[in-house]
């Protein structure tokens, strides 16, 4: 489970994620990043109807949860990042959630990195 701080909660942060920041697509997720301040990371999720019904839902949160758990350590300081399950992930295994995870976080590190000229802030 991700840490209470590590967790978005509200409308402005998602929406500066989504509107603001990079996005990286997967068949089975996108992935929104940005950059906001020197807070640690934050991570939020959307997982719509169109995924599938309530309990499948709630399955899908909770293996992206435990994937980023994992992962919050790539990310840089003052990161919000919003994971959006598409429809495929409800049939998506734990493995293919956290292939596709991978591909899209590396992704935007990496054109992050070079936007950045190769340095890190």
Avoid: C, W, Y
Avoid at 90 to 108: I, P, T, Y
Avoid at 109 to 117: D, F, H, I, K, V
Wanted: glycine share 10%; hydrophobic share 40%.
């Amino acid at each position: 489970m991700l840490s209470r701080q590590s967790r978005m909660r509200r409308g402005e942060e998602f929406e500066a994620a989504v509107k603001r920041g990079k996005r990286a697509g997967r068949p089975t997720l996108v992935v929104h990043f940005t950059i906001s301040g020197e807070e640690s990371p934050r991570v939020g999720f959307v997982v719509s109807k169109a995924v599938g019904g309530a309990v499948t839902r709630n399955k899908v949160k909770r293996r992206l949860r435990h994937l980023m758990r994992d992962r919050l350590d790539a990310l840089p300081r003052g990161s919000l990042l919003v994971v959006r399950a598409n429809p495929p992930a409800a049939s998506a295994g734990f493995e293919q959630l956290a292939a596709e995870l991978d591909l899209a976080l590396a992704r935007l590190l990496r054109r992050r990195e070079s936007s950045t000229g190769g340095q890190k802030r």
